[in-house]
């Protein structure tokens, strides 16, 4: 068996889909569209649709409608990662986001930061 075998014999990763919740999903939509450069593709049923710009490999991003208000924090959140935090963060605030506060870990820094619900999501250093 060659190496070029081998490779074609491996399982081919799962497409990767986020779905983030919303009570306000037009807006919640409005503002990641934005924030990530994606087109706002649709509305299907209680999903607004984002994509990503085409080739970039990214996730697909799907804002769901619910009735229930976010309680508490995110058991799981983006981290964007940029060349230049700060003015990301400016860029963002002025899109609706909220800045929380700054995390460091070592050498390992970050921005918390809130979309217009509250999600969570952080600002990381390339």
Same mark, same amino acid.
Not at 73 to 91: F, S, T, W
């Given at each position: 068996?060659? =190496?070029?075998?081998?490779?074609?014999?491996?399982?081919?990763?799962?497409?990767? =889909?986020?779905?983030?919740?919303?009570?306000? #999903? $037009?807006? =919640? #939509?409005?503002?990641? #569209?934005?924030?990530l450069h994606y087109d706002r593709r649709a509305s299907v049923g209680q999903f607004e649709v984002l994509t990503p710009p085409a080739g970039s490999g990214s996730p697909v991003l799907l804002v769901q409608a619910v009735e229930d208000a976010k309680l508490g924090?995110?058991?799981? %959140?983006?981290?964007?990662? =940029?060349?230049?935090? *700060? $003015? *990301?963060? $400016?860029?963002?605030? /002025?899109? /609706? $986001?909220?800045?929380?506060?700054? /995390?460091? %870990?070592?050498?390992?820094?970050?921005i918390m930061m809130g979309d217009p619900e509250g999600n969570e999501f952080d600002i990381a250093w390339d």
């Open positions: 068996m060659s =190496v070029d075998d081998a490779t074609t014999d491996q399982p081919r990763p799962p497409g990767l =889909v986020f779905v983030l919740d919303a009570r306000d #999903a $037009a807006r =919640v #939509a409005q503002f990641w #569209a934005a924030a924090k995110n058991r799981m %959140l983006l981290d964007l990662h =940029v060349a230049d935090p *700060e $003015a *990301e963060a $400016a860029r963002l605030v /002025g899109l /609706g $986001a909220t800045r929380l506060g700054d /995390g460091q %870990l070592g050498d390992i820094r970050w």
